[in-house]
């Protein structure tokens, strides 16, 4: 069996119950939908250009000029993406969003850091989905 591992954001933007309560989101879905955006252009970015699924082939011959320019075009989206980022919000949305770990696991300090932390992630993930159209 396969096991699913859920993404920080889908577990933010869930509402599912806890102990019989249902929980209030951190999130919107619509602030979820842009950061696993930036996530999977992320995750593209770290494709290497030798694995088979991404050689591009021209009459049976592999093209290396077609293969960095698929690279340059991956790293260009994510570069274009995480521009959309302010730069003081780019640590919590690096943290939460690319790297899928909660802002308590290793960034936020304390509860009140946190909050902080959460709330630029918030407007962070408007900025990129009001860039997306989302």
Request: aromatic letters at 6%.
């Amino acid at each position: 069996r396969r096991k699913h591992r859920d993404h920080v954001l889908e577990i933010m933007a869930s509402s599912k119950r806890r102990n019989g309560k249902a929980k209030q989101p951190e999130i919107s879905t619509r602030q979820r939908d842009a950061g696993l955006r930036l996530h999977e252009a992320y995750c593209r970015t770290e494709l290497s250009g030798d694995a088979p699924f991404t050689k591009v082939y021209v009459d049976v011959s592999p093209d290396p000029a077609a293969v960095a320019l698929a690279q340059a075009e991956r790293v260009t989206e994510y570069a274009i993406l995480m521009a959309k980022v302010p730069q003081n919000m780019r640590g919590p949305v690096w943290h939460v969003a690319v790297m899928s770990k909660f802002l308590r696991s290793g960034y936020s300090k304390d509860g009140k850091e946190a909050s902080m932390h959460k709330a630029q992630l918030q407007v962070a993930l408007d900025l990129l989905a009001n860039h997306l159209r989302i």
